[in-house]
């Protein structure tokens, strides 16, 4: 292997690395700080280079912006969180044209996995507490709830990642 296919094999598993953090941050606070998503805009580049002209960085710009201009949209509805958008709209970034659709199964899949996963906790807690207790969390407050949405954008990435790591 030479300098660049090592960069960008380097540059793919940081990619990874980060995605990894930013979903551990998401499951302990509800938060993605921006360093995550800015550190995997300012890595593409990067990858970019490495790869010489085999990435068609223009088509992967606009995958990017267009996903955060969706994200933007959805966040403004209250439907998603700032940090879910900027965190797909880098993956977008990365994914580009030819992996964007696999990503979003991947992500939707592992989202609904979560939510079911996540639910299924909420309703044996649920069960667990004595009926005099009137617990508080019923299942209409458990469904405003927010979700660590991070953890299923970064199993997308980690998809995207694989396809980048076999492609080298």
Do not use: E
């Amino acid at each position: 292997m030479d300098l660049s296919g090592a960069t960008a094999q380097f540059t793919i598993l940081a990619f990874a690395g980060l995605l990894i953090a930013a979903a551990a941050s998401d499951w302990r606070s509800l938060m993605i700080p921006n360093r995550y998503c800015l550190a995997l805009v300012a890595l593409f580049p990067s990858y970019v280079i490495a790869k010489g002209g085999d990435v068609a960085w223009i088509s992967h710009a606009f995958y990017g912006a267009g996903a955060f201009a969706a994200g933007f949209l959805l966040f403004s509805l209250r439907i998603c969180g700032g940090g879910d958008v900027k965190l797909f709209a880098a993956v977008a970034l990365w994914a580009g044209p030819v992996l964007f659709l696999p990503m979003l199964v991947y992500t939707a899949l592992c989202g609904g996995l979560m939510a079911v996963v996540l639910w299924v906790h909420h309703r044996l807690r649920r069960s667990s507490v004595p009926a005099n207790l009137n617990y508080a969390a019923d299942s209409a407050a458990f469904s405003k709830q927010p979700m660590p949405y991070a953890v299923a954008i970064a199993a997308g990435g980690l998809f995207v990642a694989l396809q980048l790591l076999m492609g080298i």
